[in-house]
């Protein structure tokens, strides 16, 4: 309260005034809000609802979970907030946020459009697609997908961003990391609750056996998820590891391994999916 109401007290026949102050409380103490989900860390995907759970408790009105408080006397707001600087964020994602293609399509599942993971996969081998693509934003088009309505133009976008916005669709042709022998790369304060498995893209650099290995914290930590691959050199394809969730934030270390004699690069990363399926 900013102005705590006083009373004033003057006493005595010879004039002499006393003040003292009393800080009479109207109103009541404030509610007790908890958010129980989404946990810090924790993953969502552009264009997917986000499910929330929040607790409410108040010593005058009761609690949320004693269904005293009920949800419609709640009110959440959410707001996306810019990634930290330093984070690097794909300028084609920067600019499908701003622009209408999270209407059509999401990461995993076909909507209106297909999923970025299907143009992902469907163009993979066939780098020299990106143009074509690019060309397809901007003028709209039909038949590939077979979609019951078309894509429309984007007469609002250039080229060259319709070539950024198809660079991220098609999983990038930037890599999440090139990994040498025993290399690896890590990912900070991550949150694997409700994650079940990692589906990564890959492409192994050496016809040796590659073992790739997911570690919390560095690299001698928990092994939480592994795999093995042999494969043609040089081409991408999509493996699946079961992963299982350590509990809490911890930094998650992908590390690639191959015969100690093989020196070089063994393994490109293209991209890495949290998913909870
Ligand atoms: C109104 C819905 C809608 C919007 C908005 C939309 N798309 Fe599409 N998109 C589609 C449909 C439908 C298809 C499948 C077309 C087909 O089958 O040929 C598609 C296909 C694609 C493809 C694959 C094309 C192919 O030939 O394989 C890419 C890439 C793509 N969209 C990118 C984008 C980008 C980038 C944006 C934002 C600028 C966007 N889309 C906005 C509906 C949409």
């Known amino acids: 309260m900013r102005n705590p109401p006083h009373l004033r ?3 005595d026949d010879a004039g002499e005034v006393n003040e003292a102050r009393t800080v009479i409380t109207v109103g009541n103490s404030p509610p007790t809000v908890s958010i129980m989900s989404p ?6 995907n552009h264009g997917e609802s986000v499910n929330f759970q929040v607790r409410v408790s ?3 009105d009761g609690s949320s979970e004693a269904k005293q408080i009920t949800p419609e006397r709640v009110v959440v707001q959410g707001a996306y907030r810019a990634a930290r600087s330093g984070d690097a964020v794909h300028p084609g994602l920067e ?10 399509h999401t990461v ?3 909507s209106a459009g297909p999923a970025y993971l299907e143009v992902a996969r469907k163009y993979a081998k066939e780098p020299s697609a990106q143009q074509r693509l690019a060309v397809k934003v901007l003028s709209g088009g039909i038949g590939v997908w077979g979609a019951q309505v078309p894509m429309p133009p984007h007469p609002q976008h250039t080229l060259s961003e319709a070539q950024l916005m198809v660079d991220f669709f098609e999983g990038g042709h930037g890599l999440v990391a090139r990994l040498s022998n025993t290399g690896w790369v ?3 304060t991550v949150n694997l609750a409700g994650i079940r498995s990692l589906r990564i893209q890959l492409a192994p650099l050496t016809s040796l056996p590659v073992a790739i290995e997911v570690r919390v914290g560095s690299i001698e930590g928990a092994l939480i998820a592994n795999a093995e691959t042999v494969d043609r050199v040089g081409e991408f394809r999509e493996i699946l590891l079961p992963v299982h969730d350590p509990g809490g934030l911890n930094d998650l270390v992908f590390i690639a391994k191959t015969h100690p004699a093989h020196k070089g690069n063994v393994l ?7 998913s909870d399926k």
């Open 108 to 110: 995993r599942d076909r």
């Open 186 to 188: 890590k990912f900070a």
């Open 58 to 60: 108040d010593s005058e």
């Open 268 to 274: 490109d990363l293209n991209w890495i999916l949290f």
């Open 39 to 44: 946990l810090n860390g924790t993953f969502f």
């Open 9 to 11: 007290v003057v006493s």
């Open 95 to 104: 600019l499908m946020k701003r622009t209408t293609c999270f209407a059509c």
